[in-house]
């Protein structure tokens, strides 16, 4: 709503352009006519006009930015071109010359019917004043119509062209129904529009940097959908802490988007797992359009699946807690595969390294993931859904109606079981004689969480969500600093020693031998972890309270302590045997270029 509302004044405030004030004159001068007959067909000229652009450019910018991953740059040029118009007058009526002279042909035209203005000369007046419009509106609609591009083609993106352009007409029915005096304080008002105008241009070319840096992820997720802004996603943040009807508490991972965090409620459910369930329609499915490129299947639309029971996971590769839920997903699009279930996961960016397809494809390789994977790296499915968590389960019956939803860990034998309900219901083969899945096999980072023994939450690196950095002087943004850990860290402090420059997402190593401490309690110890921008591999030592870790070593780490970063994802580097405690975790890196993300534990 908050969008739609910038959208509308956005557009309304277009007529404070000094560039407006050549076709202003011609509009007042009808401004004594019948509304009807003069105002309205004018005003419909011009929303005609708008929305021919307006379709225009949505078709072909969707079209690039959804071609391949290089279209996302060719929009994030577009998007400068159109910031520095802002900026730059002059160069909006460069680039916008031959639609002023046509809109300036047809104004002509319709002026030089002497007779009183009938419909059909105004609707030719709102037509030209559209194309008048356009040095002004051209860089404004232009940024919204980039954005559309960007984020894919949506009824929301759809929505907020008409809020704009309605906005305009707004503005200028005013200015038909008041006539002169309008005019008069436009000419007050054009030293300031012309500092908004430029202002925007310069927080928009701030935007175009944000993108082209991969920024705009953590926004993105902290956003959620398109309609979400301020006050509701603090209103969305406080409802998202209450428990999701099965039990499953759900909390914040601060301060970004919700992501799901683990809760096993099981202990409640019957072995009877094929009992039927009341499963009322949540909603319609709204498709998988908007994604980027699909992994392991050609594009799938919710009509080619109509028939078919689809569950869609919204995924990212280096969330442990999708992560833990994945051998789940996996095994049931495996045994029900044959019944006509159809797995469908939704790949959604955290980190800006997660929106590399080449990283995606290597990690669903890596992690056995067979089945169709949508790349959604502008959100454009996540907003279709309404989706605020990693990960999130929706079930789809054969009709196309959302009828279950799970998001976070946990309730793995009622997922399986509405499974199982909806093939019943729609006809495929005998459920019961498929087993369920054995939840005991899981190993590594897939099995799950010890929540009676976690007592350290997620915690960011990078200085837009870090919490608890306690290393003294606290961090500089954005420039190399020289860093020491704190003598006696408290239970989820942790600190940096060595160089180091810490980004909005993440610390990288300036110089060798650096290290990161980390005050924890729980059985396991992941870090999000990449190589520089060079590629190459960087070998770390891990010490538990000074030591090797021993026996308590994770997947990525030898007993010594010794181990190798590779590729950008997700390292467990502890799994602690026998009682759990407060620990003392360190890890030194022997090379730089090295880049640490998040901390998460199990």
């Known amino acids: 709503m908050l969008l739609l509302i910038l959208g509308y004044l956005g557009g309304a405030l277009t007529i404070l352009s000094p560039c407006i004030l050549p076709v202003l004159p011609f509009v007042f001068a009808r401004a004594d006519q019948p509304f009807v007959r003069s105002g309205l067909p004018l005003l419909a000229g011009m929303g005609i006009t708008f929305a021919g652009v307006a379709t225009l450019a949505a078709v072909g910018g969707g079209w690039v930015a959804q071609a391949n991953q290089y279209g996302r740059w060719l929009a994030i040029a577009l998007l400068a071109v159109f910031g520095l118009t802002l900026l730059l007058p002059s160069l909006a009526e460069r680039l916008m010359r031959p639609l002023v002279n046509a809109g300036s042909r047809l104004s002509n035209f319709a002026r030089a019917d002497s007779r009183p203005a009938g419909p059909g000369s105004s609707f030719m007046l709102g037509i030209a004043t559209g194309l008048l419009w356009a040095p002004c509106a051209g860089p404004i609609l232009g940024l919204v119509l980039t954005g559309a591009a960007l984020q894919g083609a949506s009824l929301g993106s759809t929505v907020l062209l008409l809020a704009y352009a309605a906005g305009a007409a707004t503005s200028l029915a005013g200015a038909l129904l008041i006539g002169g005096r309008v005019f008069a304080a436009m000419k007050r008002s054009l030293g300031a529009g012309e500092w908004i105008r430029r202002g925007i241009g310069a927080a928009m070319l701030a935007g175009v940097g944000a993108i082209a840096l991969g920024l705009d992820a953590g926004v993105l997720t902290r956003i959620s959908t398109v309609a979400t802004g301020g006050l509701e996603q603090q209103l969305v943040d406080k409802l998202a802490r209450k428990d999701e009807g099965s039990g499953t508490m759900?909390?914040?991972?601060?301060?970004?988007?919700?992501?799901?965090?683990?809760?096993?409620?099981?202990?409640?459910?019957?072995?009877?797992?094929?009992?039927?369930m009341t499963l009322p329609v949540e909603g319609q499915f709204p498709g998988l359009t908007g994604a980027v490129e699909w992994i392991n299947s050609p594009p799938l639309s919710a009509e080619a699946l109509r028939g078919k029971v689809v569950l869609v996971d919204f995924w990212t590769y280096s969330c442990i807690n999708c992560l833990r839920?994945?051998?789940?997903?996996?095994?049931?699009?495996?045994?029900?595969?044959?019944?006509?279930?159809?797995?469908?996961?939704?790949?959604?960016?955290?980190?800006?390294?997660?929106?590399?397809?080449?990283?995606?494809?290597?990690?669903?390789?890596?992690?056995g993931v067979?089945?169709?994977?949508?790349?959604?790296?502008?959100?454009?499915?996540?907003?279709?859904?309404?989706?605020?968590?990693?990960?999130?389960?929706?079930?789809?019956?054969?009709?196309?109606?959302?009828?279950?939803?799970?998001f976070g860990e946990g309730e793995y034998e009622k997922s399986e079981a509405v499974i199982r309900q909806l093939l019943a219901e729609a006809g495929h083969g005998d459920v019961t004689k498929v087993a369920m899945t054995n939840s005991n096999a899981m190993?590594?980072?897939?099995?799950?969480?010890?929540?009676?023994?976690?007592?350290?939450?997620?915690?960011?690196?990078?200085?837009?969500?870090?919490?608890?950095?306690?290393?003294?002087?606290?961090?500089?943004?954005?420039?190399?600093?020289?860093?020491?850990?704190?003598?006696?860290?408290?239970?989820?402090?942790?600190?940096?020693a060595g160089n180091w420059k810490v980004g909005?997402?993440?610390?990288?190593?300036?110089?060798?031998?650096?290290?990161?401490?980390?005050?924890?309690?729980?059985?396991?110890?992941?870090?999000?972890?990449g190589p520089g921008a060079d590629g190459k591999p960087v070998r770390f030592r891990v010490t538990i309270d000074g030591n090797a870790p021993g026996a308590s070593h994770g997947t990525d780490v030898a007993a010594d302590g010794s181990g190798t970063v590779r590729q950008q994802r997700l390292y467990q580097l502890v799994r602690q045997s026998g009682d759990i405690h407060d620990r003392t975790f360190a890890i030194e890196f022997l090379a730089p270029g090295v880049q640490a993300y998040a901390f998460t534990f199990g």
């Open 250 to 276: 759900m909390m914040q991972a601060p301060p970004s988007a919700m992501s799901a965090k683990p809760a096993e409620s099981g202990s409640m459910m019957m072995r009877a797992v094929d009992r039927q």
């Open 325 to 367: 839920t994945l051998p789940y997903v996996k095994a049931w699009a495996d045994k029900y595969r044959d019944q006509g279930l159809v797995v469908i996961g939704v790949h959604a960016p955290e980190f800006a390294f997660e929106r590399n397809i080449d990283n995606v494809r290597k990690a669903a390789h890596d992690l």
């Open 370 to 406: 067979n089945y169709p994977i949508a790349i959604d790296n502008n959100y454009a499915i996540w907003r279709a859904f309404g989706n605020h968590y990693w990960p999130a389960h929706y079930f789809i019956d054969a009709q196309g109606r959302i009828r279950f939803h799970h």
């Open 443 to 496: 190993q590594g980072v897939e099995m799950a969480a010890d929540n009676d023994a976690l007592r350290s939450p997620e915690t960011y690196v990078g200085y837009v969500r870090a919490e608890n950095f306690a290393s003294p002087g606290g961090a500089k943004a954005d420039q190399p600093k020289d860093y020491t850990v704190p003598a006696r860290p408290a239970l989820n402090e942790w600190g940096l």
């Open 504 to 529: 909005a997402e993440q610390a990288t190593l300036e110089r060798a031998n650096g290290r990161i401490i980390y005050r924890f309690h729980a059985r396991d110890l992941h870090l999000v972890l």
